[in-house]
């Protein structure tokens, strides 16, 4: 049994688990906050039992990465459906997260492909599929990906300003 967040911190990083239970009889708002980056939530799944129903702690563990709050304690026939349920969500909110990561990713690289492709019409006159096109014929030419060459583009113009 682990009394506090540092330990827990501590042992966690020690012996790196695929899964956390949490048995605590009655959490604070701010003890959430706290297990959940000691536990690494983000990280792994983790399941907290706990006593007592408090929406607003139900609502602060959902917002700490927990994957289960389990009001009703920790009882054996519970433990194997609430993990199932943990690492099935745990798993979900990771595909969510992959999935909005990359559309950020791929909206930010569209955007400076069209500030790059922006310059190019500035400097030269070009409409903008005639910008498109030379971007991509500079970086094959290059063997570099179009992004690289279109970053380049822009950071040259902002050293040049």
Not at 29 to 44: I, M, N, P, V
Not at 88 to 111: C, G, P, T, V
């Amino acid at each position: 049994m682990i009394e506090d967040e540092v330990s827990l911190t501590q042992t966690l990083a020690k012996i790196k688990p695929d899964l956390v239970l949490i048995d605590l009889a009655n959490p604070r708002r701010d003890s959430l906050e706290a297990l959940s980056e000691a536990t690494g939530a983000r990280q792994r799944p983790v399941a907290m039992f706990v006593d007592e129903s408090d929406p607003e702690l139900s609502t602060a563990a959902v917002q700490a990465g927990l994957s289960a709050y389990v009001v009703g304690g920790l009882s054996g026939e519970r433990i194997r459906p609430v993990l199932e349920t943990a690492i099935a969500r745990f798993r979900m909110m990771a595909q969510l997260q992959s999935e909005l990561d990359a559309a950020k990713k791929a909206l930010a690289e569209r955007k400076t492909i069209d500030r790059a492709k922006g310059l190019l019409i500035q400097a030269k006159g070009l409409s903008e599929d005639e910008a498109y096109r030379l971007l991509r014929k500079s970086a094959m030419d290059q063997g570099k990906r179009l992004i690289d060459v279109a970053q380049a583009l822009v950071t040259a113009s902002e050293l040049l300003r």
